[in-house]
């Protein structure tokens, strides 16, 4: 197919350009065509062959050079083949009204927070249930014979730790789409052929680490792991005191309540990851088209929820204001809300003009 473009100036066809196009996977975000030269045909119009796939959507920047200004500069489109017939030719539509609203005023995404709530509970009580089913396991083994003697033997079976990491999995893809899609919309990045799937390779790359790690059932970074930690801890410490193992079962049953399995520790796992991961489906979009636009670069902004638990770093992190987004928040020294710290309840706003 062939891809046309045309560009103006006082109403007279500019004839002397180079134009270069971009064309990426719409779906996946791959570069496809990077900064092409587009053939010129006459009257100020120019043209690229293109050979597309069916049932594939693209999106295509045409960039007529810096004597123009922005807002005439770009042109945008974006297109899907399904199969039919494809036309011989593909008039591009240079989006001048769109272009002129995005110059014209600040835009600023907004972070669905009832989403985040809603997402954040599901996770809590799967890991609950995992976590009362690792709990029940532990007491039944106390009572064998061996089991003082090989504590970290039975841990090490124990069981829910891939059901753990499959969890957090869907429920952070989850997160990390809605994330991306969501300032995608806030936005209008679709405008600057600005797209985001879970194929993105940032996105796929932070999924399969985090999934990596939470399946390594002894690794003592992870949730398990922790988990093992604690316990070993406990039962260590209990049968050097001599408990027996109805009372060792009665230490293990207060960790439902207020330790390693109980509905706090679910919820507090659930905000973390939930939030994190959203905010890297917010930020991978926005890295985009500070790389795409150097010309236009985003702003950022953190925002606490502003109650007593607030640490002072994440104040100051808030009094910043709107910075560049490559410039780490003052307070913390981080480059974006939440935190790394447990229980940040912190997220990250950003705008383009």
């Known amino acids: 197919m062939i891809i046309k473009s045309s560009f103006t100036s006082n109403g007279q066809p500019c004839t002397r350009l180079i134009p270069t196009i971009r064309i990426r996977d719409a779906h996946s975000g791959r570069l496809l065509i990077a900064n092409a030269n587009m053939h010129h045909i006459g009257d100020g119009a120019y043209t690229f062959p293109f050979s597309h796939s069916d049932n594939v959507s693209y999106s295509v ?3 007529g050079g810096v004597d123009f200004d922005d807002h005439e500069r770009y042109q945008f489109t974006s297109f899907c083949e399904t199969g039919q017939k494809i036309d011989s030719e593909l008039q591009m539509k240079k989006d001048c009204d769109c272009m002129k609203l995005e110059n014209s005023k600040i835009i600023v995404n907004r972070v669905d927070s009832k ?13 609950k249930r995992i976590f009362d089913k690792q709990k029940d396991w532990i007491i039944d ?14 841990l090490r079976n124990m069981p829910g730790v891939e059901d753990i990491a499959d969890r957090l999995f869907s429920s952070e893809a989850l997160s990390m789409r809605k994330g991306g899609k969501t300032i995608i919309k806030s936005l209008k990045l679709s405008d600057f052929g600005i797209s985001f799937s879970l194929q993105h390779p940032e ?15 002894n690794f003592r970074g992870n949730i398990s792991g922790r988990t093992k930690t604690k316990i070993t ?11 027996s193992p109805t009372e060792l079962a009665k230490l293990i049953r207060k960790q439902g309540d207020a330790g390693v399995f109980s509905i706090a520790r679910g919820e507090h796992i659930a905000q973390r990851e939930i939030g994190m991961a959203y905010a890297k489906g917010n930020r991978i979009p926005i890295d985009d088209f500070a790389r795409e636009f150097p010309d236009r670069p985003p702003e950022k902004r953190w925002n606490t929820v502003k109650d007593s638990k607030v640490r002072a770093t994440h104040t100051t992190n808030e009094k910043d204001g709107w910075i560049p987004l490559a410039q780490n928040h003052s307070g ?7 935190s790394q710290e447990w229980r940040c309840r912190c ?7």
């Open 141 to 154: 083994n106390i009572n064998d014979e061996e089991f003082d003697e090989r504590i970290e033997f039975f």
């Open 332 to 338: 913390t020294g981080e480059d974006q809300a939440p």
């Open 347 to 353: 997220t990250e706003t950003f705008k383009v003009d």
């Open 61 to 63: 920047r045409v960039d």
């Open 115 to 127: 989403f985040l709530n809603r997402n954040e509970k599901r996770l809590r009580n799967a890991l």
């Open 203 to 217: 996105a796929k790359s932070y999924l399969r680490t985090k999934h990596t790690i939470e399946k390594l059932s």
């Open 233 to 243: 801890d406990i039962l260590v410490k209990g049968i050097a005191e001599g408990k």
